[in-house]
C-alpha cells in the first residue's frame, strides 16, 4: 500500500532540510529488498570498515597521510616537516600502522614510514578528490 503525501514532488539536494529528504510516500519495494539482502555488507566488515574511516578521521593523521602519499619519510622529517614532536608523530603513526595504512622499514638507525599499499593511496586520492569537487 502506497500512501502519498500532499507536496509536489522536488529534487533532492543538501539544502532541503531533513524532512524534505525523505520519501513522499510509505512503501515498500520487495523486489529491491530481495535483490540486495545478500548482498550488503556483514555487521563484522561495517564495524571493520568504520574503524579505518575513525583512524582517518583526525587531522594530523591526515596530514601525515598527505605526506606519505608524496614520498617516504623517516620519523624525525616527518615530525620537523608537520611541527610535532617526535613522541607525538610516533603515537600517530602506530596508530595508522595498527590499521595497515602506513608500513615502515629500519635502515640502521632510522626507521622510514611509507603508505602501506597502492590501496590505501587510492582511497586517500579519492577522498582528496570528492572533497575538490565542491
Known sequence: MILKKP???AAIDKHESVEDAVCDCLCVHHEVIDKYSDQLITLDRANSLSELFKTLGDP?????MDALAKSEFCV???AELLGLSQSATSHQLRVL????LVKYRREGKMVYYSVHDSHVSELYRQGLE?????
Open 7 to 9: 507536496e509536489a514532488d
Open 60 to 64: 594530523t593523521r591526515i596530514r601525515i
Open 76 to 78: 624525525c622529517d616527518l
Open 97 to 100: 600502522r595498527n590499521s595497515d
Open 130 to 134: 570528492h572533497i575538490d569537487e565542491g
